[in-house]
């Protein structure tokens, strides 16, 4: 079992940056595939951002170049830096955890989720 929970997300103007902190429980975090997602009000949830437990990063095509995931697995937390933020990037931040190997980009690949972090950029 694992639990994530996330932190970091707050109000920011166009052009800011924000890094937010998934904070995961458990042994064996380094085995783990994990994942930002986001869900903004009346869309569906989207992929946004991985990193497998080799470390090998991949990115959505709307935040690539802007947005930098990275792990830390001796404090069992996966960041996700945000830079260049858009009014398009408000909406709450999901970090997911999966067992899986590879590049994992839709949800119901993952095990674990956390409660989500607001993050809103305003224009």
């Known amino acids: 079992q694992v639990q994530l929970v996330e932190s970091g997300g707050g109000l920011v103007q166009a052009g800011g940056s924000l890094r937010l902190s998934c904070a995961a429980s458990?042994?064996?975090?380094?085995?783990?595939?994990m994942g930002w997602f986001r869900q903004a009000p009346g869309k569906e949830r989207e992929f946004v951002a991985g990193?497998?437990?080799?470390?090998?990063?991949y990115y959505a095509d709307s935040v690539k170049g802007r947005f930098t995931i990275s792990r830390d697995n001796a404090k069992n937390t996966v960041y996700l830096q945000m830079n260049s933020l858009k009014p398009e990037d408000t909406a709450v931040y999901y970090c997911?955890?999966?067992?899986?190997?590879?590049?994992?980009?839709?949800?119901?690949?993952?095990?674990?989720w956390g409660q989500g972090t607001q993050v809103t950029v305003s224009s």
């Open positions: 990193i497998s437990w080799s470390v090998s990063t």
């Open positions: 458990g042994r064996t975090f380094s085995r783990y595939t």
């Open positions: 997911a955890a999966t067992i899986r190997v590879g590049i994992v980009t839709v949800g119901y690949e993952y095990d674990y």
